[in-house]
């Protein structure tokens, strides 16, 4: 799990991240992976679902989200970098 906490940081500090429903669902541009936290509510949880369907991205639930971005309360991040998100979908679905 180390491994995925250093690559979301990763993405984080190069600006790859999407933070937030609002920022998410108004963000128009190629995203390859969405993280949702296992807590998240059930209309975030709908919405954001239906968005990675619609939109054709990874959707993977993850626990303790906001504690590995260091944002309290953050319950939905996208990663726009192709490479981190094919190496963190690597390692969850290996895990």
């Known amino acids: 799990m180390k491994e995925i906490d250093g ?26 992976l969405i993280l949702i936290d296992k807590d998240a509510g059930n209309s975030l949880s709908k ?6 369907e619609r939109r054709n991205v990874e959707l993977l ?8 971005i260091n944002i309290e309360n953050c319950k939905v991040l996208g990663i726009k970098n192709k ?8 390692r969850i679905k290996g895990e």
């Open 83 to 90: 490479g981190l998100s094919e190496e963190i979908i690597k």
């Open 61 to 68: 639930i993850l626990d303790n989200l906001s504690e590995k």
């Open 7 to 32: 690559l979301i940081s990763i993405a984080r500090k190069a600006g790859y991240c999407i933070i937030g429903q609002d920022n998410l669902l108004g963000y128009e541009k190629k995203l390859y």
């Open 47 to 52: 919405s954001i679902k239906y968005m990675s």
